[in-house]
């Protein structure tokens, strides 16, 4: 027999760089371990497991394969550039051959 209990799910919450850059503060200055600082400011472990992480590749970006959180903004930045310039060459292709085909039709 199944219990009727309804699983309800959190939404989901949002942080400012400086919410972040606070509590990851708390943790270095505190001495306390992650955990207990994330229960204290109502946070999960593994989102501020993660902001301390980010942190520590932002201090020290010579981390192998890590990215500083402003690489990772410039790679958004780019990939993104570079998804609207192929769009734009795709675009100029397709005009290329039209306007080919309209030449080649208006000559016959």
Known sequence: ???????????????????????????????????????????TE???RK?????QINEHPRLEGELTSAEHQELVRLRRELKHVKQERD????????FARESADFTS
């Open 1 to 43: 027999m199944q219990d009727n209990v309804q699983m309800t799910k959190k939404p989901r919450r949002y942080f400012t760089d400086e919410q972040k850059a606070e509590a990851v503060n708390i943790v270095k200055q505190s001495g306390k371990p992650v955990s207990q600082v994330a229960r204290e400011m109502g946070l």
């Open 46 to 48: 593994s989102a501020l």
């Open 51 to 55: 902001w301390v992480k980010q942190s």
């Open 91 to 98: 675009f100029l292709k397709k005009a290329a051959a039209f």
